[in-house]
C-alpha cells in the first residue's frame, strides 16, 4: 500500500503577469521558504508557467497550472479559478453574472480543467442564489485572505460558510478551499493589505505531482486551514475522526485550545467537541456532516464533508 502524506499549497495567488507586485520566480521562492510544497500561479487571465533549469526549480515549490477566468464586464465580479487547464482559457464578456459564471466554468472544463467559484461576497457580488443556476465546479473558496472578500458576510449577507452549507443542503457536492489570493509580496505586511500566507489546503497524496495534488482535490481528500494543522483523519460514512495536532505559541510554549463543531444539512449543529481527536458518528439522519475547527488563536481549519446514503 502506498503511503499518503499531507502535502500544503496555495491554489490563488497572483503575479506580475497580472497585478501582482513581484515576479512569478520571487513568489515561488516566498512559498518555498514558507514551507510549501507545491503552488498554483493563478493570475488573471494568463496561464503563468514557470520554466526553469533544476537548480532554479530546487528553489520552488511544485507548479501546479492555474488561471483566474476573471470577466470584467460582468454586473459584479466573476472570477474563477480553473486548476490544471490545459491552455489560458477566455474570459466570457457576458454582462450577466450567472451567464458569465456558466460560460467561464464550461471553457475551464473544456481546456481540461476544474472549476472554482472564488470570493463570492467580493463587492458582494453573488451568493448562493446565482451559484445553484450554475453546474460542474468542484470548489468554492470558504475562505479567501484578500481583505476585500468579506468571508464572515453580516448585514443580511450570508457568510461564506453559510452559502457553503445552502450549496450543500441543496445537494450539491463541492468542497471548500481556502486561499491567499495574494498580491503584495513586497512593503509591510498588514491586514489591509493582500498578502501571502494566510490560508491553504493540505492535499493527502502519494507523491508531490499535479496530477496527485488534482486527483486528491477532485475527490475532496484535502483540507482548508488558516492555522489548523491536522495530523490524522478518518472520513468515511461511518466516523469522522480528526486528530488535531496542536499548536504551541512560540513565546511562551503554552498549548492552544480547540473546539470542533460538526455540522449538517442547514448548518444545523449536529456535535460539539473540545477534545484534541473530535470524532462523530453520522447517522441516517444526515445528509451531509463536516467538521470546522476553531483554534484558541483564531484560526480554523474545514474538513470536507461526507455525504450519507440513504
Ligand atoms: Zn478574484
Ligand atoms: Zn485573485
Known sequence: MTTKTWLKGNLHTHTTNSDGDESPEHVAEWYHEQGYDWLCLSDHNHLTILEGTDAEKAKWPLLVA?????????????????????????????????????????????????????????????????????????????????????????????????????????????????????????????????????????????????????????????????GVTIGDMVSTQREIKIDIDPETTPSDGIQAKYTTLFTGSGGRLLHESTSNSPSYRPTRLDDYVRATIYSSRGTRAWTQPVFIDK
Open 66 to 226: 492555474g488561471e483566474e477566468v476573471t470577466s470584467r464586464n460582468a454586473d459584479g465580479p466573476v472570477h474563477i479559478n480553473g486548476y490544471g487547464v490545459e491552455h489560458v482559457v477566455e474570459a466570457s464578456d457576458s454582462t450577466d453574472i450567472v451567464t458569465a459564471m456558466r460560460e467561464n466554468v464550461e471553457a475551464i472544463i473544456a481546456a481540461g480543467g476544474m472549476a472554482s467559484i472564488n470570493h463570492p461576497n467580493f463587492r458582494w457580488a453573488f451568493d448562493d442564489g446565482a451559484m445553484m443556476q450554475v453546474e460542474g465546479y468542484k470548489f468554492m473558496e470558504v475562505f479567501n485572505g484578500h481583505p476585500e472578500t468579506h468571508n464572515a458576510g453580516g448585514g443580511g449577507k450570508a457568510s461564506t460558510d453559510g452559502i457553503w452549507d445552502r450549496l450543500l443542503t441543496n445537494g450539491r457536492r463541492v468542497w471548500g478551499i481556502a486561499v491567499d489570493d495574494s498580491h503584495h509580496y513586497t512593503g509591510e505586511f498588514n491586514a489591509n493589505r493582500s498578502n501571502p500566507g494566510r490560508g491553504w489546503v493540505q492535499v493527502k497524496a502519494a507523491k508531490l505531482a499535479q496530477q496527485d495534488i488534482y486527483e486528491a482535490m477532485s475527490d475532496g481528500d484535502f483540507y482548508a486551514s488558516t
